[in-house]
């Protein structure tokens, strides 16, 4: 059979009556729904089941099959107005909240929460008449139900990120305190069964965090991140004992183990970090006081480093607990302690394998607390001193030529003033004894106090010279008198046939021709005696001798005994040529 003999205007018409009478049957059918549900609309309205009366009078207006009772339809719809929209309202809402729900967004779900709240709270507040129409819809679309489901998926995807996050190691994102805490307190049980859990929650999982920063070393780094979690619950407005105390706690561990290895500087840095975070978070702690005292045990560790000798390892944990508190008093003290120990520590530092030589040195003298003068390779001398205003002071001077054979260096303490050394250095030399030469410390040496070459000299009472054979014309054997015009000693005179000398020396001058002045203390049976420094001596001659001081001239050529508080001492003869009583 082909299409065309199918197709044929019988056949068309036979299918267009067939469609036609079953599109009647169709529309009779909906015609019948439409005012079975008008009906049934009515029915419940008078009923006062209004929310269902809403639904059929909805389903009604929805069937256009055909016009039936419109004006009533619309009359009854419009009253009903509230109940259709609540139920557009939380269909929106619900459809909202399980498209957040099953896309896991916590804020956006949250949105639909405030907004859900914001809808109910004029049809549920006191007295309203629309409250048992919203329960009754909220009740039909297990619209509390699905809400509860969704924040309990929420909140226990919250506690399995802090769960991740400690097994992990890895605390970057922690969304998760906010967002827990906006979850309402009903989903917990109530406020309180809110707190207490998430306060244990919150609390294992910042003293795993802090734990963590602690085990990697990272002090500084555990108390900043105490201070953010401090901050962070202050501006949730929510408790968190746990966070200074554990803080403490590690901090403490972790400086005992400084102290415990001796790392003073480790201990200082995070001392100052504690003190640091401590006046940040306005914590009295009993810290403060572990700390105070650990920095004094080492203050005296560092004293009596000192004491022993320890100079450099002392100063050197002066100045690490410099960094903590002032310590500069006592670096001073130390310093100065090991100059006056080892003096040559104030003068330059010499290269290579090179020192000093004749090297002098003093405390308390010339307006110094310390002081030290010696000669480097190069024939310069050094000059320093540790004044009394604990200033170090340095002088360099070339020595005068001629001195390049330096025998010995010392003090002229007869010439030296209250605040200025004299230094005289003996040399070698060719005709004398010694080249001496004396110059007042820190003056140009080629100017100096006094130079001469002799077989010795000494400083007399009355500021004068006594030289022993200068190297000048007509001097051999004899003593010339030096005397001092502005700042320098020259030639004055010479003596006769004497050697003026102090009495306590006399005992160098056997059988030679001296003149001293001494005390005369006893005569006793014709025998008298004089003071000759801290022993004595008998004088002979046929003078009128008287006790007190006199100027004698003579020599001695003998010893004889002197028994002092039952003792013998032996002491020298003294014959006198002459006499002469001191004014």
């Avoid at 969704?150 to 996050?165: D, G, R, W």
């Avoid at 050529?557 to 508080?565: G, M, P």
Wanted: glycine content about 6%; aromatic content about 12%; proline content about 3%.
């Amino acid at each position: 059979m082909t299409w065309l003999r199918v197709v044929n205007p019988r056949n068309l018409m036979i299918f267009l009556c067939v469609t036609a009478v079953v599109m009647i049957g169709f529309k009779g059918v909906w015609i019948t729904q439409k005012i079975m549900a008008f009906n049934e609309a009515e029915r419940l309205y008078a009923s006062k089941d209004l929310v269902a009366a809403e639904d059929w009078y909805q389903k009604a207006r929805g069937n256009h099959s055909l016009q039936y009772k419109e004006l009533e339809l619309a009359a009854r719809l419009q009253k009903l107005a509230p109940i259709t929209e609540i139920k557009q309202s939380l269909s929106i809402i619900a459809e909202e909240a399980d498209n957040a729900g099953q896309a896991r967004d916590f804020a956006v779900f949250m949105q639909v929460y405030d907004k859900l709240q914001q809808i109910r709270g004029p049809y549920m507040a006191p007295k309203s008449q629309y409250a048992s129409f919203y329960r009754q819809i909220s009740g039909t679309m297990q619209l509390s139900e699905r809400m509860i489901a969704h924040l309990q998926q929420f909140k226990l995807s919250f506690y399995e990120q802090m769960k991740e996050n400690m097994q992990q190691g890895r605390f970057e994102e922690e969304t998760f305190r906010t967002n827990l805490l906006r979850i309402p307190a009903f989903i917990y049980g109530s406020s309180a069964k809110k707190e207490q859990q998430l306060s244990t929650k919150f609390q294992q999982y910042d003293e795993a965090k802090l734990a963590s920063l602690a085990s990697a070393g990272k002090f500084q780094g555990m108390l900043s991140e105490a201070l953010h979690l401090i901050n962070v619950y202050t501006e949730l407005n929510f408790t968190s004992d746990w966070v200074y105390p554990k803080t403490k706690k590690l901090a403490a561990t972790m400086m005992e183990k400084d102290v415990g290895r001796d790392q003073v500087s480790a201990f200082i840095v995070h001392a100052k970090d504690y003190t640091s975070f401590m006046t940040s978070t306005r914590k009295d702690s009993d810290m403060e006081t572990y700390l105070r005292n650990q920095i004094r045990a080492w203050m005296r560790k560092a004293g009596k480093l000192i004491s022993k000798g320890n100079y450099q390892q002392g100063i050197a944990l002066y100045k690490m607990l410099g960094d903590y508190q002032d310590t500069k008093a006592e670096i001073k003290a130390a310093e100065l302690a090991w100059a006056i120990a080892e003096p040559v520590r104030l003068l330059p530092a010499l290269s290579g394998n090179q020192s000093y030589a004749h090297v002098i040195s003093g405390q308390h003298q010339f307006g110094a607390k310390t002081y030290v003068i010696a000669v480097d390779p190069s024939n310069r001398l050094t000059y320093a001193r540790w004044d009394n205003d604990d200033q170090i002071q340095s002088w360099n001077m070339v020595l005068p030529e001629g001195h390049a054979s330096i025998r010995r260096l010392s003090l002229e303490e007869h010439l030296s003033t209250n605040s200025q050394p004299v230094l005289l250095l003996e040399s070698t030399s060719e005709t004398r004894k010694a080249k001496y030469t004396a110059f007042f410390v820190g003056v140009d040496t080629q100017i100096p106090l006094f130079q001469f070459e002799a077989d010795g000299y000494e400083a007399a009472a009355n500021g004068t010279l006594l030289v022993y054979s200068p190297n000048v014309a007509n001097a051999e054997g004899r003593t010339a008198v030096y005397e001092r015009h502005g700042n320098s000693y020259q030639l004055a005179s010479f003596q006769s046939d004497y050697t003026m000398i102090a009495a306590q020396n006399l005992l160098n001058y056997y059988n030679v021709k001296v003149q001293f002045t001494c005390n005369i203390v006893l005569i006793e049976g014709g025998d008298v005696y004089g003071e000759m420094g801290s022993s004595y001596v008998k004088l002979t001659g046929a003078y009128p001798f008287q006790t007190g001081q006199i100027t004698i001239t003579g020599s001695f050529h003998e010893y004889a005994e002197l028994n002092v508080n039952n003792e013998l001492h032996k002491i020298p003869v003294f014959q006198v040529e002459s006499v002469e009583k001191v004014q």
